[in-house]
C-alpha cells in the first residue's frame, strides 16, 4: 500500500503531447480496416435486422413499411423453411462428418515420409483452391448424363437402373453437392491435421516403441489425445462454415428439385436473389443467426463443463 | 518378415494414388471435355479421352464470347481486392502484433465474429445501401464489399507473420534513430514481404471465387465477373457443353497460379482464418 | 561519454511493481554490470536507461539531461541485445551504417567510420555477408560494430553473451574488455553470470527481486558481501552457510544443527543466543590441522574439475563444500579434519544483513 501512494505522488506525467500520440498510434494503424468493417459488414447487419420487421420488396416502391412479427407468423407456418432447416442438419452433418474422415485419413497418409511427397501434396490439396462455383459446375457437369461419366459407370456397377441425373431426383440430389464438398472440404482438414500430427514431437513416437507399443497402441495413446484439441476446433468452427456455405447448392440444384436440396443459407438468398423479397429473407436470416448464436453459446458452455471436470 | 512392411508400403502408395486421382479427375474431366469437338463429345460417350482433340472451344470462347470481359473484370476486382486489403491488413495485423492497447480486446472479438456470422445476411441490406450510392452493377462496389469481408481474416494472417519477427529488431532500430513508423517500414515491411505475398495471394483466391454478392450487386454483361458470367452463360446456353468447360478452364487458370503461389504458406493461412474456407 | 544519473525510479506493471525505488550514478566512462538471478529486475532497468519501456516514477538522466520522456532514438545510446537482433535483409556493413545512414550523416564519413570499426573488430572479409551466414561469435561481433559506430553517449549490454558456448563467451568477455579499455565509453551490462560480472566490472549491481542488495567493485562484493543474497550469488562454488546461534564464554561458539559448535576467536557483534548464519567460501576452508579449533568432517562426495577438487561434507546435519587444489584428498573419505579461519568467517543477522 505505502509503495502505491508513493508512486501516485512522485510519477512525474509526460508531456500531454507525446501521451497523446503514444497512445493513438495502435489506433491509427487499425482505423481502417475497422472503419470498413463497420460500415460493410456491421451497419447492414443492424439493418438486416430491422428488416425483418418491415416489409422491403425491391420491385414495390411502396413497401418499407413496418409490420411487426408479421414476416415470423409467415415463417411460422412456411413448410420450405422447416424443410430447409431437416435440410441443412443432412447437408451440414454428412459433408463435415465425411471431409474430417477422408481429411484425417489423407494427413495421416501424407505424414509418413516417402519419395514425392511435396508433389503428391500439392496435387491432393489442389481442390482448395478451385473457385467454389467452379467446383459446383464441375460436379454438376460430371452427375450429368450427357457429358459426365458418373452415371454412366452408377448404372454399369448396378446401382443405377438407367444412367440418369442424380441431381433431378428428389431422393438422391442432396448426396450430389455433398460430393462436390467432400471433394472440395478434404484439403481443409487434411492441411490442419497434417501440420497438427507434424507439430507432435517425434521422440514421443520412439519412447513409446521402446516402452514396446505397437503401431495402433501409439495411434491410440500418442496421435489422438495430441490431435484432440485441434479435431475439436477445427470440426466446431467448420460446422458452422459449412452451415453457411450455399455456393455449391446454388450452382447445382438451386435448391430443387422440390426444394429437396434447399439449405437455410440458400433459401435466405433465394429469397432476396429470386423473389427480391429483402423483408422475408432478413427474417429468415435472423433465425439463422439465433440458431447458430445458440449452437456457439452451446459449444462454450460445454468447453467450460469440460473445463470444469479436469 | 520384410515382406509386412512391403506390403503396407505397398498399400499406403496406393491409397495415395487413390486420393490424387479424386482431387485431379473432375480437372481432367473437365478439360477433357473443353478440348473434345461437338462432333464427338456425344457419339463417344464415356472415354477418357476424345479419339481427335481440338481447341475449337477455346478459340471460340476468347474470340466470340463476353468471357474476356468477364475475365478482366474479375482480374480487376480480385485484384484490387487483394491489393487494398494486403494494405489495410498489413497496418491493422502489426498493430495487434505489436501493441498493447484498450479495445484490442473488442477488436479482436469483432473480426472473429465476422469469420463467424453468415454473410448471406448482408445480401439484402448491402444490395439497399450499395444502390443509391450508384454502386450495384459496379465493379468499385464489389471491391469495397470484397475488402470488408476479406481484412479480419488477412489481419489475422499479417498478425501471424509480424509476431514471427522479433521485437527486439524493431526496438534496435528505435535506438538506431529510427521512428516507430520509420522502422516499420524499412526494418519489418521487408522482412515480411513473403507474408504480404501470401496474403495477396489469399485475398486474391478468395475474390476470384466469391459468388453470393457477385450475383446479387451486378446484373449486365458488361460489369459481370467470372463466376457471374459463366452461371449466365450455362443457364443461357445449357447445351455448348465444350464452350462452359472450356471457360471453366480459363477460370482455374489464376487460381491455380495463385495456389502455387501460397502453397508454402497454407497451413498459416488456414489457422489464421480458421473458419475460412 | 556520459554519466548516467538514475534516482528513485520505480516501475510497475499495473499494480504489479517490478523495480522499487532504484537509485544509481554511474560515472563518465565506467564499466557497470547489472547482476542477478533472471526476473530481479536488471534487464527491465536496462530498457528503462535505453528508452523502451517507460518509467513509472522517478528520474533518468544522461549526461545531466533529463531523458524520461525521450524517444530511445533521441537519447544517443547504442545497445548490444541477447539475441544480436541484426537486421536479416542487410549485408553486415549495411547493419552497421544503419544508425548513420538515419542520421543522414555524408557517405564518405559513413564508409571511414565503418571502415574503422570492421577493422577494429577483424570483421573486414564478412562486410557483404547476411547475418544468416555469420556464425553465432561472428554475429555477436557485427552487434558490437553497429553500437560502436555510433560513438554514442553509452553503451547498453543486454545479456550479449547468453546465446554463445562456453568458449567463445570467455573470448568475447576478454574483448568486450579490451575494447572498452581502449573507447573509456560508459557502459552498462546486464548478465545472470557472476564471472562476467566480476571480470569486467569496474561496479557490480547487484539486484534481486527488483530491489539492489549491493553497489560495489567486485573484490568489495566478494570479500564483503552485504547480506546474504549477494554472498550466495557471488563465487562459484557458492558459499556455504550454517544456521545457528552464537553463544559468548570463555570461547565464543557458533552453534549449529546437531550440537556442533564452530569455535570462534572473538563474538561478533550479535547479541548472545540471537539467530544467525554463518558463511565461509568452500576456498577458504583448511583441510587440515590438530586441536580445539579442528572439527571432524565426514566426505560424502569428492569431486575433480582438474583445476581442483570440490569436496562434499557434513557437520552433523550440515552438509558443505570445500575447495582445495592438493590432489591428496582426491581418494578422500571416512572423516577428515576442518578448520574455519577466524579471518574469513561472514556472520549475518536473522534479517540476512552483514554484522
Known amino acids: 500500500m505505502d509503495y502505491a501512494v508513493r508512486q501516485g505522488r512522485s510519477a512525474i506525467r509526460p508531456p500531454l503531447m507525446k501521451r497523446l500520440a503514444d497512445a493513438s498510434a495502435p489506433y491509427l494503424y487499425s482505423a481502417p480496416a475497422l472503419i470498413l468493417i463497420v460500415t460493410v459488414m456491421l451497419v447492414p447487419l443492424v439493418l438486416g435486422v430491422s428488416y425483418a420487421f418491415r416489409d422491403v420488396q425491391l420491385l414495390n416502391p411502396f413497401s418499407g413499411g413496418f409490420i411487426g412479427l408479421d414476416h415470423f407468423r409467415a415463417l411460422a407456418r412456411d413448410e420450405a423453411f422447416f424443410r430447409s432447416l431437416r435440410n441443412t442438419l443432412w447437408w451440414t452433418g454428412a459433408s463435415v462428418f465425411l471431409q474430417f474422415t477422408f481429411g484425417l485419413i489423407l494427413a495421416l497418409l501424407l505424414d509418413k515420409p516417402f519419395r514425392g511427397r511435396a508433389l503428391a501434396q500439392a496435387l491432393v490439396f489442389l481442390p482448395w483452391a478451385v473457385p467454389s462455383f467452379l467446383a459446383g459446375l464441375n460436379w454438376a457437369w460430371l452427375f450429368n448424363p450427357v457429358v459426365g461419366p458418373l452415371p454412366h459407370w452408377l ?71 495430441f490431435l484432440a484439441p485441434t479435431i475439436a476446433i477445427t470440426i466446431l468452427l467448420r460446422t458452422v462454415w459449412i452451415s453457411n456455405f450455399a455456393d455449391l447448392i446454388i450452382v447445382m440444384t438451386g435448391g430443387g428439385p422440390a426444394d429437396r436440396t434447399q439449405i437455410v443459407a440458400s433459401y435466405i438468398f433465394t429469397q432476396a436473389f429470386k423473389r427480391l423479397d429483402f423483408g422475408y429473407a432478413s427474417a429468415i436470416a435472423l433465425v439463422l443467426l439465433a440458431l447458430l448464436l445458440a449452437y456457439s453459446l452451446l459449444i462454450v458452455i460445454l468447453r467450460q463443463w469440460l473445463l470444469s471436470k479436469d | ?52 482433340a481440338s481447341l475449337e472451344h477455346f478459340d471460340f470462347v476468347l474470340r466470340h464470347s463476353a468471357f474476356p470481359v468477364f475475365f478482366r473484370n474479375s482480374l480487376i476486382v480480385s485484384g484490387s481486392t487483394a491489393v487494398v486489403v494486403t494494405i489495410l491488413s498489413s497496418l491493422s495485423g502489426y498493430a495487434l502484433s505489436r501493441f498493447r492497447f484498450r479495445g484490442k480486446y473488442w477488436l479482436v472479438t469483432l473480426m472473429l465474429l465476422t469469420q463467424m456470422f453468415p454473410l448471406v445476411m448482408l445480401v439484402a441490406p448491402i444490395f439497399k445501401i450499395l444502390s443509391p450510392l450508384g454502386l450495384t452493377n459496379s465493379l468499385t462496389g464489389l471491391v469495397i464489399v470484397y475488402t470488408a469481408f476479406n481484412v479480419p481474416f488477412a489481419t489475422f494472417l499479417m498478425q501471424s507473420f509480424f509476431d514471427g519477427i522479433p521485437k527486439d529488431l524493431e526496438e534496435a532500430a528505435m535506438i538506431d534513430g529510427a521512428t516507430q513508423f520509420v522502422a516499420f517500414r524499412q526494418i519489418i515491411l521487408p522482412l515480411t514481404l513473403p507474408g504480404i505475398a501470401a496474403t495477396l495471394g489469399f485475398v486474391f483466391t478468395a475474390a476470384w471465387s466469391e459468388l453470393l454478392f457477385s450475383l446479387m450487386l451486378i446484373s449486365g454483361n458488361e460489369q459481370a465477373t467470372f463466376p457471374v458470367g459463366l452461371l449466365s452463360f450455362v443457364s443461357k446456353f445449357s447445351v455448348d457443353f465444350g464452350q462452359m468447360m472450356a471457360a471453366g478452364v480459363l477460370a482455374l487458370i489464376p487460381a491455380c497460379l495463385f495456389f502455387l503461389l501460397i502453397q508454402r504458406y497454407l497451413v498459416q493461412g488456414l489457422t489464421a482464418g480458421a473458419v475460412k474456407g | 561519454m556520459a554519466s548516467i544519473d538514475i534516482a528513485n525510479i520505480q516501475k510497475s506493471y499495473g499494480i504489479h511493481p517490478v523495480l522499487h525505488d532504484v537509485d544509481l550514478k554511474i560515472r563518465d566512462g565506467e564499466f557497470v554490470v547489472l547482476v542477478g538471478p533472471s526476473g530481479c529486475g536488471k534487464s527491465t532497468l536496462l530498457r528503462m536507461i535505453a528508452g523502451l519501456e517507460s518509467v513509472t516514477a522517478g528520474e533518468i538522466r544522461i549526461a545531466g539531461k533529463r531523458v524520461n520522456e525521450l524517444a530511445p532514438k533521441d537519447r544517443d545510446i547504442a545497445m548490444v541485445f541477447q539475441s544480436y537482433a541484426l537486421y536479416p535483409h542487410m549485408s553486415v556493413a549495411r547493419n552497421m551504417s544503419y544508425s548513420l545512414r538515419l542520421r543522414k550523416t555524408a557517405k564518405d564519413r559513413i564508409t571511414t567510420i565503418v571502415a574503422g570499426a570492421a577493422a577494429k573488430l577483424g570483421l573486414e572479409p564478412l562486410m557483404e555477408r547476411r547475418p544468416r551466414a555469420l556464425s553465432g561469435g561472428q554475429r555477436q561481433r557485427v552487434a558490437m560494430g553497429r553500437a560502436i559506430v555510433r560513438q554514442p553517449k553509452a553503451f547498453l549490454f543486454d545479456e550479449p553473451l547468453s546465446n554463445l558456448d562456453a568458449r567463445l563467451r570467455e573470448q568475447m568477455r576478454a574483448e568486450i574488455k579490451k575494447l572498452h579499455r581502449d573507447l573509456r565509453a560508459t557502459s552498462i551490462y546486464v548478465t545472470h553470470d557472476q564471472i562476467e560480472a566480476m571480470t569486467l566490472a569496474d561496479r557490480i549491481v547487484a539486484m534481486n527481486g527488483g530491489v539492489v542488495q549491493q553497489v560495489g567493485s567486485p573484490l568489495d562484493l566478494y570479500d564483503r558481501p552485504a547480506n546474504l543474497f549477494v554472498a550466495g550469488f557471488i563465487g562459484s562454488p557458492g558459499m556455504n552457510f550454517f544456521e545457528g546461534t552464537c553463544r559468548a564464554g570463555e570461547r565464543p561458539m557458533f552453534h549449529i544443527a546437531g550440537d556442533i559448535a564452530i569455535p570462534l576467536d572473538a563474538s561478533p557483534p550479535l547479541a548472545n543466543d540471537a539467530k544467525a548464519t554463518l558463511g565461509i567460501r568452500p576456498e577458504h576452508i583448511v583441510l587440515a590441522g590438530h586441536g580445539p579449533e579442528t572439527l571432524l568432517a565426514t566426505v560424502d562426495l569428492v569431486e575433480p574439475t582438474g583445476f581442483g577438487i570440490i569436496l562434499h561434507l557434513s557437520l552433523g546435519r550440515s552438509g558443505f563444500k570445500a575447495f582445495t587444489n592438493d590432489r591428496s584428498f582426491l581418494t578422500a573419505s571416512g572423516t577428515i579434519p576442518v578448520h574455519f579461519p577466524a579471518h574469513s568467517l561472514h556472520f549475518f543477522d536473522s534479517e540476512g544483513s552483514r554484522v
Open chain 1, 155 to 225: 448404372h454399369a456397377l448396378g446401382l443405377m437402373s438407367q444412367p440418369a441425373n442424380i441431381l433431378s431426383d428428389p431422393g438422391l440430389a442432396m448426396w450430389g453437392p455433398i460430393v462436390a464438398n467432400i471433394w472440395w472440404g478434404i484439403p481443409f482438414f487434411a492441411i490442419t491435421l497434417l501440420a497438427a500430427l507434424q507439430a507432435i514431437p517425434r521422440d514421443l513416437y520412439e519412447a513409446a516403441s521402446i516402452d514396446g507399443a505397437g503401431a495402433f497402441q501409439r495411434f491410440l495413446s500418442i496421435t489422438l489425445p
Open chain 2, 1 to 52: 518378415m520384410r515382406t509386412r512392411p512391403a506390403l503396407l508400403n505397398v498399400a499406403h502408395r496406393l491409397a495415395i494414388l487413390a486420393y490424387i486421382a479424386f482431387a485431379l479427375f473432375p480437372l481432367f474431366w473437365l478439360l477433357k471435355v473443353a478440348v473434345t469437338p461437338n462432333d464427338l463429345l456425344y457419339t463417344e460417350g464415356v472415354r477418357l479421352w476424345p479419339s481427335r
